[in-house]
């Protein structure tokens, strides 16, 4: 008697009958992260002036832009020591803050070619298309973080490893919140693709000068002081400052740790379900 086999579903490879169900048996979200950040990496790996603009990039900003802070503050330079211990970190978040949030940039085109499609129809799971996107962003921050580090140490800059670490961490965490939101605004603005860019700037600007990144906000007016208390990003900037000052217990850096991963968390729920909508 001949033994009828269905077809229509994938069987495992060890030999045995059980069948799964589209991949999920198999499925591994860290894998799946893994997956989507190597294939977001190679053009960047393969595109040597873009790795070297975004390595001196920085370098340019502490330049330019440092010595005019130091001058402005004078002999009132922020309470964690030298103008560049408070400067440095709040370089990082900026460069994160832009390198995440245009996440959703190259996802434009990838309407365009239609990559995006293949990539819903393989079994990897919608939150690891939005993580390992914005992880990707984190593999030059660390390394423009080595180079601004080796730099800046010379000129007073005091590294401690601990909280160096803790905060690319708490960046990374932060990162994937950013850039979820900018994979669901690019999916919002598919068919009107210049609307991407008029809404991250629009949001983007004050943001960061909200956080206080740039310029400290306690000699600013009392109602940017308050617009500050309700941007996550200044708990974050304020927390990477406190970690990369060696300070690992302060209340400041649980602050920043809730910040970011309420950021995280907010923006996978809407990202994740404006994909599974566009997808409908």
């Known amino acids: 008697m001949s033994t009828l086999i269905d ?36 053009p960047v790996l ?21 010595p005019l802070l130091a001058g402005s503050l004078g002999m009132n330079a922020p ?10 970190p ?15 940039a ?7 070619t239609g990559a995006h499609e293949r990539m819903l129809v393989t079994p990897l799971t919608r939150s690891s298309l939005l993580i390992g996107r914005a992880l990707k962003e984190m593999v030059p921050l660390a390394a423009q973080t080595v180079v601004v580090i080796a730099v800046m140490m010379p000129f007073g800059f005091e590294l401690h490893l601990t ?21 669901a605004l690019a999916i919002a603005v598919r ?19 909200l956080s206080g990144m740039l310029l400290p906000l306690e000699s600013g007016p009392g109602w940017m002081q308050f617009a500050s208390k309700l941007n996550p990003l200044a708990y974050l900037v304020d927390a990477e400052r406190v970690l990369f000052a060696g300070d690992l217990t302060s209340s ?29």
């Open 191 to 209: 068919k009107q693709d210049w609307m991407f860019w008029v809404v991250q700037q629009t949001f983007l600007f004050p943001l960061m000068i």
């Open 252 to 280: 400041t850096v649980l602050y920043g740790a809730i910040a970011a991963i309420v950021t995280a968390a907010a923006g996978l729920a809407v990202g994740i379900r404006t994909m599974v909508r566009s997808s409908d």
């Open 106 to 112: 190259n996802l434009l085109f990838e309407f365009q």
């Open 163 to 183: 909280g160096a670490l803790i905060g690319i961490a708490l960046l990374a965490v932060f990162g994937v919140g950013l850039g979820s939101f900018s994979y």
């Open 79 to 88: 309470a964690e020591g030298s103008i560049w211990q408070w400067f440095v």
């Open 46 to 66: 393969h595109d040597p002036f873009s790795v070297l603009f975004g390595l001196i990039q920085p370098l340019f900003f502490l330049a330019l832009f440092g």
């Open 7 to 42: 077809t229509s579903a994938p069987t495992s490879s060890t030999g045995t009958d059980v069948p799964l169900r589209t991949g999920e048996a198999r499925r591994n979200p860290i894998r799946d992260i893994g997956i989507v950040m190597r294939r977001e990496l190679q």
């Open 90 to 104: 709040g370089l990082l978040v900026m460069t994160t803050l832009f390198g995440t949030s245009t996440t959703g």
